[in-house]
């Protein structure tokens, strides 16, 4: 999540020019106020491709922000799955439709074998939403344990446990939350301490849900106590949730899934954003006793999750990822990437740390005001990066998985330029 | 939703033919036990047209059941819209988009000018779950009044407010729950005991929810004592939420919205389903005062909502709304079918009422299996239908939009031979 400092200011529309300001305005008028505007200056694109976005005049930036677009902006292969479906059948999970089960078993083949369902939904925050009822009712408890700047979602119950949100219901009675797993953290101690806690009150843990690369965290890749954490939630009878939203779908390079990076077998996984590419498709994979106990308190049915057109860019989308080696290139990439970031690091005092896995980056500056002005000045430079971690200290690179050679080494210039 | 009588019975595959029992069983492997079939014998299609959908024989079914594929199967201008979109670029509402901007105002200029702001979602479950959101936290209370058989999504939050779909959740201490508005039925006394009682225990009422065709009630087009009950939660400081998910956008043949048959000024109002015609694109329309109230607490961001193909299909589907009348023809054909199924109650002793309004016509029937014998029956007919209602008696008339005088024939045919 972008800092809040990087976005517009609606009370400043008096420094933009008038058809941008026009704009601007009417936005804010039909929109309301709880909307916000990347940049100073907002952006307006109207095309994509691969690792770029082009403004009306053509120009071109650079993008190293959007995960979504996973596979490249405007993807050939996925846009003609998607009209080709669009202009042939869009229904439901209550008819059969042999493509939906074709793509179930071949996502639960790049799974552990025992993760043996899939649930379909249109997007992360429905996912995560789900995955909580499940694993509520299978559990019959109700504490859940997350990180301490955790960001899971939009909806009423996944707001809860997303403090990174701010506002309210974070205050659940609920939840409990942790300091997110970096060196010097007993990660595993707080996750023991949060449920004796719990206990304490009265309230069985239900599930420890993580995002497997902490991205509201900071990016913090090597999660030391993890493993412990998970075994602890598993002997006070809750459940390890993996959020795999951000990190999925090859992004650490490591594989499909960041929780493999850990050695780690979840009980339940939730999938969404780079799923189809932009197309809003998201799943629960979870162990079938867990859907089991689930289906024998309530029926489920989402009227877009598994649709025919969803299922047809889910599918083009894991195609691309595995015919052109996106994981493989990921790693590559990123790897070149750390490494010119830590050559970057021995010259600069102002940067703290650098660390990641493929194309998923943090680099931890020393303060909000220094991130804040790298991220505008990229920005001039028509470059696209946000900020991330609890006082928004971390420039976040997070392109899509197409991202080259040429499109570092740019990203890397304005850095050089940018970072003090 | 159509009763659970009329799913398939997973333990009965012995019945199937081989290569359909094969997709059944690999489906229930994938899947798991929380997801339903419709039918005794699952159906499959691979072709959908106007108000028609084709299994692979090319066999022709028609479709009295989907409400989301609102303007036809596959329209092709909202095909083309979102095919041209998605070969060009899908971004997020974080950027500028001026056709975002457009539709916004487009949509928003369809109701009553104190229903100023619309925020963007991807489901009518997270349309609900966001107005709950907002409705409490400017509220600052946090009761909430539905109907006794209510449906309103599939979230933590609003399973916890639609009975209809059993299950855990439904009892949460802050929802109360009130017979459906009916002759015979005092609603607004209802609704005034539920405020009364939820005040006794401590909760102030935060809003009153209804669908505004009651379809999982069982189609009530008439909702006597709706207003009252609606003033009544107003005078108690709570607000009125119009679910339109269902009558939304023209389906009730009297304009866009189905609270407008009603004379009512809802403070928010949820839309969702035929509002991409299967995109997955819902919406929330409120007062720009409870927008307001909602920012100073949370910002909001939906990763998928109001992207630029949401929006290019929403506006295609708009567009086509308006240009082929399709809000004249409901109320047209609608007519034309209650005239006809109100002919066949005066043959048939076991039709206990008709009534709708535009092409959302509910046939209350004498028992559940007098209606699961239709529906199967139907189905033999090749023509989709389902039933609803607490008690499962009542088949629901819900086509696509473009449902023509021949199609109303076909279906009037048809339940001439099933209907006792």
Same mark, same amino acid.
């Given at each position: ?8 200011? #609606?009370?400043? %529309?008096?420094? /933009? ?20 505007? *990347? ?20 120009? !071109? ?7 979504? #677009? ?29 493509? /939906?089960?074709?793509?179930?078993? !071949?996502?639960?083949?790049? *799974? ?43 909806? %009423?119950? %996944? ?24 060196? @010097? ?54 459940? *390890?949730?993996?959020?795999? &939203? ?54 489920? *049915? ?31 990439? @990123? !790897? ?30 020393? %303060? ?25 200290? &971390? ?11 040429? !499109? ?13």
């Amino acid at each position: 999540m972008i800092g809040p400092t990087a976005y517009f200011d #609606p009370t400043t %529309t008096d420094g /933009l020019d008038a058809p941008l300001r026009g704009l601007v305005e009417r936005r804010a008028r039909a929109l309301g106020s709880a909307y916000r505007l *990347f940049y100073a200056e907002p952006v307006q694109f109207v095309r994509g491709e691969g690792s770029h976005l082009f403004d009306a005049d053509g120009t !071109d930036y650079l993008d190293v922000y959007n995960n979504v #677009p996973s596979v490249g902006h405007a993807h050939p292969r996925v846009a003609e799955a998607i009209a080709r479906q669009v202009a042939t059948l869009t229904t439901h999970t209550r008819y059969l439709d042999a493509a /939906l089960i074709d793509y179930a078993e !071949d996502l639960l083949g790049t *799974f552990p074998a025992h993760l043996d369902n899939v649930m379909f939904t249109c997007t992360g925050s429905e996912a995560n939403d789900l995955a909580l009822r499940i694993a509520k009712t299978a559990t019959g408890a109700t504490g859940v344990i997350v990180t301490a700047n955790a960001y899971h979602g939009v909806t %009423t119950e %996944t707001a809860a446990i997303s403090p990174s949100l701010g506002g309210p219901g974070s205050l659940a009675d609920w939840v409990r939350f942790v300091p997110a797993p970096r060196p @010097g953290v007993d990660f595993a101690a707080a996750v023991r301490a949060s449920i004796a806690e719990l206990e304490g009150s009265g309230i069985r843990p239900a599930a420890l849900i993580v995002d497997t690369i902490f991205a509201s965290d900071g990016v913090l890749p090597d999660a030391p106590g993890l493993a412990d954490a998970v075994a602890a939630v598993h002997a006070a009878g809750g459940l *390890f949730l993996a959020d795999e &939203v951000q990190p999925g779908f090859g992004r650490l390079g490591t594989g499909l899934w960041g929780f493999d990076r850990h050695q780690l077998a979840p009980d339940l996984v939730t999938l969404g954003k780079p799923m189809g590419n932009g197309y809003p498709v998201a799943a629960v994979v979870a162990r079938s006793g867990l859907v089991d106990a689930f289906g024998r308190h309530a029926r489920y *049915f989402n009227t877009f999750g598994g649709s025919n057109v969803a299922i047809a860019a889910a599918q083009a989308t894991l195609d691309v990822v595995r015919d052109e080696g996106l994981v493989e290139h990921a790693r590559e990439i @990123g !790897d070149y990437l750390l490494e010119r970031l830590r050559a970057l690091q021995a010259e600069r005092g102002s940067i703290r740390d650098v660390r990641g896995s493929g194309l998923f980056i943090g680099v931890e500056l020393d %303060t909000e005001e220094q991130a804040l002005a790298a991220v505008n000045g990229l920005k001039l430079r028509r470059i696209l990066l946000g900020e991330t971690g609890k006082d928004n200290t &971390v420039l976040k690179i997070r392109p899509p998985l197409v991202f080259d050679r040429s !499109d570092a080494d740019r990203l890397m210039e304005g850095l050089a330029e940018v970072v003090e």
